[in-house]
């Protein structure tokens, strides 16, 4: 945990020295807001967040590009299609085989994201990497005016708040909080899921706010396809609405499903132009009387989340890899030398997280190879 959490500093400190701005460190240490969800059934937790917004996060990644392209090859748009270990040893390393030629290396690090999940498995299978089945988070992207959250907003940024259900005792979380943000459309291997983004731009902040609430649903043998299951509820809502449906909550409660005249007259005017419907028609009832619970569980440290105008969009899915089997050091099991890493590899679940297990790669090798 330590050694973790001195890489994520070191992440921060990178991301802050290339950002061209002055952000701001949001802490929980010490709130009162911690108190007041205990008294309500919640569980606040504990997290330092600097938000960069959508905006300063291209100008870090701009920056870092041109301060290493001059020393490294970038291939973008370049498709790799297997990865092959040489059999000469251990010195013989990897090859890679692309559409824009061949590649070999002695080390090699992966990293292909939550969107490379198909393509980590089809190599994983190749390759005889053992895997073990991970989950997935289903939920909806919630809605409302700013000033209903900005108690919250205004000290902590975003509040990772966490809910256990009563009935089935299953865990809901916020998840990617955009104060004074907009909803978005995401395209995740060809299906159109529901996201969120801020901005640190004041020209670009909006009266609304907006976050996930997403149930994590885990399966056991024999169900092995995580991934596919939250893909086939999302493809339902694609059915339906021709992509993204918003509801109004108020709707939701009343077993109707909303209309465009409904979405037009509502005190909460969408940032996304998405299909209005009915939510209830997609997502599972365990998961929908969930996400309710949820809301009205919030509207008490939070009054006017569960009013009827708050919106809903759906289905926000959060993808996690197949967990592939890594030593303590980040390599594939029986594969020397081939590292996997960030959420690409099932063991992180952030960009923090995923950084840091960047940076713990790029010592050791840089180690090692002295």
């Not at 290339?18 to 205990?38: Q, R």
Request: glycine share 8%; with cysteine.
């Amino acid at each position: 945990r330590d050694k973790a959490m001195e890489l994520m500093q070191y992440v921060d400190e990178i991301n802050v020295s290339h950002s061209d701005a002055e952000t701001k460190m949001y802490s929980t240490a010490g709130s009162e807001f911690k108190k007041i969800c205990i008294q309500n059934k919640l569980q606040l937790l504990e997290a330092s967040v600097r938000h960069l917004g959508t905006d300063i996060n291209y100008v870090v990644l701009q920056n870092l590009y041109n301060e290493m392209r001059d020393h490294v090859d970038f291939y973008f748009a370049t498709a790799v299609e297997h990865i092959v270990a040489n059999n000469e040893g251990r010195a013989a390393g990897y090859k890679v085989e692309t559409k824009a030629g061949e590649f070999e290396s002695e080390y090699l690090i992966v990293s292909v994201g939550r969107s490379g999940s198909k393509w980590m498995e089809k190599v994983c299978k190749e390759m005889n990497i053992p895997t073990m089945s991970n989950r997935v988070d289903i939920g909806v992207r919630v809605e409302l005016p700013a000033v209903v959250f900005s108690d919250i907003t205004d000290r902590l940024y975003e509040g990772k708040i966490v809910y256990k259900t009563e009935k089935f005792e299953d865990s809901v979380r916020t998840f990617c909080m955009n104060p004074n943000g907009i909803v978005v459309n995401e395209n995740t291997n060809g299906i159109v899921t529901v996201n969120g983004h801020s901005f640190e731009d004041p020209s670009k902040k909006t009266a609304n706010t907006n976050f996930a609430l997403l149930v994590a649903k885990h399966f056991s043998e024999p169900f092995k396809d995580s991934n596919g299951y939250g893909e086939s509820i999302a493809r339902l809502s694609n059915m339906l609405g021709g992509g993204v449906i918003v509801q109004r909550f108020g709707d939701l409660e009343r077993g109707r499903r909303s209309t465009v005249k409904r979405i037009q007259e509502n005190t909460v005017h969408p940032t996304l132009n998405a299909t209005p419907g009915d939510l209830s028609l997609v997502l599972p009832k365990r998961i929908l009387d969930g996400i309710i619970e949820m809301i009205h569980a919030l509207d008490k440290i939070a009054p006017g989340t569960a009013n009827d105008d708050t919106l809903l969009y759906g289905v926000e899915v959060k993808f996690y890899n197949m967990e592939v089997k890594l030593n303590n050091n980040l390599e594939a099991e029986n594969y020397p030398n081939l590292y996997i890493i960030g959420d690409g590899s099932g063991v992180t679940h952030s960009l923090s997280h995923a950084s840091a297990s960047g940076v713990y790669v790029a010592d050791r090798i840089a180690e090692i190879t002295e």
